[in-house]
C-alpha cells in the first residue's frame, strides 16, 4: 500500500495517542481495554471525519473548488469538521441539515456542533425533514452555484466515498505502528458505524497488511444486514481506488452488529446513558450520544457476555462527537 501517492492536506493532529483504560478494564473484568483517541485529531474539537476530510479536502484544492457542500443529521460532527477544514483553507462551506431525530428540542436544534457550525463561518444553507434526498439536495445545491460562477466540491454525508475512507486505511497503519512500537498486541478492534467510511478504511488498511486484526462495527443506524453490505460496497470501491488486488479483502472481514441502535439513530438508550457514565466517571474520557456512546455500549455488553474475553486485548476506536452532548442535555439529566 502506498498511501502517500493520494493527496493529503494535512488538517490534524496525527499520530493520536493509543492509551490503555485500566480502570474500565478492572470495573467490567474482561480483556484489556484500549482507546484510539481520533476525538483528539485537533480540528475544531476533532473526531474521525478530519482523516477523511484530510484526502477530500485535498481533492477540493486540486479540483480548483472556492467552496465546500456537504451535508449530514442537524448534530452532525461531519458538518462541524468539514465547516472547521473549509475555514482553515480559506473556503466557503455549505451544510445541509436533515432532521432525522424526531422530538428535537432547542438545544438539539442549536447547541452542540450547530454552534459551532456557526461560530466558525459555516452556512446551514436549509434544514431538510427526515428522509429527504440529501444527495440530491446537495447536487441542486451545486447545479446553483456553478450557475452563479462558483466552483462547489461536493462531499458525501459522513465524507464516506473511497477518498474519504483512506483516512482509516492511514489510521489503520498508524495504530499497527503503534502496536509495534508498545509490544500490545492488539487482538480486535471496535468502533462505532455509521455512513461506513470509518469501517471500510480500516478494514482495507488491516487486512490488506495482513495484520490478521478483525474490525466489530456496531451500528448506530441501519440493521446488520444492511451496515455489512453498506460496508462491504465501501470496501470494494476503496480496494479499487487504491488499485490494490480485489482478494485483499473477504466479504467476511466485514462484521457489524446493530443490537445497540435501540429506537433510531440518534434517539438515547439506555446502554449509552450507562457507557457514557462508565467512561466519563473511569476514565474521565468523554463519549458521545449518537455515536461512540452506543459503540461502547455494545463493547461493554459483549464483554459482560462474554464474546470478548480475559487476555485479550481489544481497541476501541474513539471516533469523537463529545460536543454532541451539549445537544442532549435534557437526556442526560434524565429528563428524556
Ligand atoms: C461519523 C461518526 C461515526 C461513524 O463513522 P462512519 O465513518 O460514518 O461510519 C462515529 N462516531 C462519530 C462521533 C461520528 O461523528
Redesign the pocket.
Known amino acids: 500500500m502506498h498511501l502517500a501517492a493520494f493527496p493529503r492536506i494535512r488538517l490534524g493532529h496525527f499520530p493520536t495517542p493509543l492509551e490503555f483504560m485500566p480502570n474500565l478494564t478492572r470495573h467490567l473484568d474482561g480483556p484489556n481495554l484500549y482507546i484510539k483517541r481520533d476525538d483528539c485529531t485537533g480540528l475544531a474539537s476533532g473526531?474521525?471525519?478530519t482523516r477523511k476530510l484530510e484526502f477530500l479536502a485535498a481533492q477540493a484544492l486540486e479540483q480548483g473548488a472556492d467552496t465546500l457542500i456537504t451535508q449530514g443529521a442537524v448534530q452532525s460532527?461531519?458538518a462541524r469538521q468539514t465547516v472547521a477544514a473549509a475555514a482553515r483553507l480559506g473556503l466557503k462551506c455549505k451544510i445541509l441539515l436533515e432532521q432525522r431525530v424526531a422530538g428535537a428540542n432547542e438545544e438539539y436544534e442549536e447547541s452542540g456542533n450547530v454552534l459551532l457550525d456557526r461560530l466558525m463561518g459555516g452556512e446551514i444553507v436549509a434544514r431538510l425533514p427526515a428522509g429527504s434526498n440529501m444527495q440530491q439536495a446537495m447536487e441542486d445545491l451545486a447545479a446553483e452555484l456553478r450557475g452563479a460562477g462558483h466552483k462547489p466540491y461536493v462531499i458525501p454525508g459522513?465524507g464516506?466515498n473511497p477518498v474519504g475512507a483512506l483516512g482509516y486505511v492511514g489510521c489503520a497503519q498508524e495504530l499497527l505502528n503503534q502496536s509495534f512500537e508498545t509490544g500490545v498486541r492488539i487482538d480486535h478492534v471496535v468502533?462505532?458505524?455509521?455512513?461506513?467510511?470509518?469501517?471500510a478504511g480500516l478494514v482495507v488498511g488491516l487486512r490488506a497488511s495482513n495484520s490478521g486484526i478483525p474490525v466489530y462495527g456496531v451500528s448506530?443506524r441501519a440493521a446488520r444486514q444492511q451496515q455489512e453490505e453498506n460496508v462491504w460496497k465501501l470496501v470494494q470501491a476503496t480496494v479499487d481506488y487504491m488499485g490494490l488486488p480485489a482478494a485483499s479483502v473477504e466479504r467476511a472481514d466485514v462484521v457489524a452488529n446493530s443490537d445497540y441502535v435501540g429506537a433510531g439513530y440518534g434517539v438515547p438508550t439506555d446502554s449509552m446513558l450507562e457507557a457514557l457514565r462508565l467512561t466519563a466517571g473511569l476514565e474521565a474520557i468523554l463519549l458521545?450520544p449518537?455515536?461512540?456512546g452506543k459503540g461502547m455500549a455494545g463493547l461493554i455488553d459483549l464483554i459482560r457476555s462474554g464474546h470478548f474475553k480475559k487476555g485479550e486485548n481489544v481497541v476501541f476506536i474513539h471516533?469523537?462527537?463529545s460536543v454532541g452532548l451539549f445537544g442532549y442535555r435534557q437526556a442526560l439529566s434524565g429528563q428524556a
Not at 468502533?191 to 469501517?199: D, L, V
Open positions: 473526531g474521525n471525519k460532527n461531519h459522513g464516506s468502533h462505532a458505524t455509521g455512513s461506513t467510511g470509518t469501517q448506530v458521545d449518537v455515536y461512540s471516533t469523537g462527537g
